[in-house]
């Protein structure tokens, strides 16, 4: 599968290193041009590339998007039509700036992006899980001690997707529900987020 990566910092970076040692062509990009991660390039080695954030959204037909929030209407709009987003972020005010509408929680940050990108299918995944969990702790399908990272999305060919990826590189998708509804339920602040949880108690703590 061909996936652009938009944003190479500890998710981002980290991503494209799972992705890539899972056999996925991978585009990498940042705010700061290709080659500044050229290291990162050689590192993954065949079938990776540092390109521009453009070239990188019009490469996947999975973009993974890991920017600041603050930053989100930066996203380049050459995302293919019916292409799988994947959002990784999650809003700080103190690093984004202050959002009205996602203070007075009428909105989510990944409907926000969904709105930027309405050609696209986004699924919010991967912003609940420190990147170092993410990077280390990958375990084979079946083990007992295989982390959970929840999905929400409003598009099931797209949330599929996203959790062939999540199985993949060693961990537990696990489906929360819509953007709105789901993704409030794994952003900051909530029972899920920054939780080193199995598959089962996710859902126990979601009362499934």
Do not use: C
Not at 49 to 77: I, M, N
Not at 82 to 96: E, K, L, M
Not at 117 to 127: D, G, R
């Amino acid at each position: 599968m061909r996936i652009g990566l938009i944003g190479a910092g500890h998710i981002g970076g980290t991503l494209a290193r799972l992705l890539s040692r899972a056999g996925h062509d991978v585009a990498v990009s940042n705010s700061r041009g290709p080659e500044t991660l050229r290291d990162l390039e050689k590192e993954l080695g065949d079938g990776a590339k540092a390109v521009t954030a453009e070239e990188a959204a019009a490469f996947g037909d999975v973009v993974v998007v890991s920017v600041p929030l603050g930053r989100y209407r930066e996203v380049p709009t050459s995302v293919r039509d019916g292409a799988t987003v994947i959002d990784t972020n999650n809003y700080y005010p103190q690093r984004d700036g202050a959002f009205p509408e996602l203070d007075a929680d009428r909105t989510t940050s990944s409907e926000l992006l969904q709105a930027h990108l309405p050609q696209a299918h986004v699924v919010k995944a991967f912003n609940a899980i420190y990147w170092e969990r993410l990077l280390n702790d990958g375990r084979e399908p079946g083990a007992a001690d295989r982390l959970a990272i929840p999905i929400s999305g409003d598009d099931e060919q797209a949330k599929r997707v996203t959790a062939d990826l999540i199985d993949q590189i060693g961990f537990d998708p696990v489906d929360v529900g819509g953007l709105a509804d789901g993704g409030r339920h794994h952003q900051p602040g909530t029972p899920l987020y920054g939780a080193d949880l199995t598959a089962s108690a996710v859902r126990e703590r979601l009362g499934r």
